[in-house]
Nanobody, 112 residues
C-alpha cells in the first residue's frame, strides 16, 4: 500500500509564492511519474503539471512560466513551486504518484 500526503498549502496574497510537497511512503521505491491536479470551488478537478521519465515535464498553459514541478527520489517526495500566484490559482491541490496513488489534497488560497 502506498500513502501520499500533500503539504505546503496556505493563504497568500497575489504575486507571492508557495511550494507544495507530495510525500510518498509505504510500498514504493521510486516515483516514476508524478502529476499535480487542482480543483477550484464548484469546478472539476483539472491537470496542471506532470514530471515523468528523464525529468520531462508538462504544464497546462495557465501555469507555464509560473509553476515548476520537480521530484527527489531519495526522499520519495515531489514538489510544485508556485510563483506569481493569482486569485484564479485558488483551489485544492492534489498530487498523483505513479499514475494511481492520490493524496488528500492541500488548500491554496490567493487573495488580492
Amino acid at each position: 500500500q502506498v500513502h501520499v500526503v500533500e503539504s505546503g498549502g496556505g493563504s497568500v496574497q497575489a504575486g507571492e509564492s508557495l511550494r507544495l510537497s507530495c510525500a510518498a511512503s509505504g510500498s514504493i521505491s521510486i516515483i516514476n511519474v508524478m502529476s499535480w491536479y487542482r480543483q477550484a470551488p464548484g469546478k472539476e478537478r483539472v491537470f496542471i503539471a506532470r514530471i515523468g521519465s528523464g525529468d520531462r515535464t508538462n504544464y497546462v498553459d495557465s501555469v507555464k512560466g509560473r509553476f515548476t514541478i520537480s521530484r527527489d527520489n531519495a526522499k520519495l517526495t515531489g514538489y510544485l513551486q508556485m510563483s506569481d500566484l493569482k486569485p484564479d490559482d485558488t483551489a485544492v491541490y492534489f498530487c498523483v504518484v505513479n499514475a494511481q496513488h492520490w493524496g488528500q489534497g492541500t488548500q491554496v488560497t490567493v487573495t488580492v
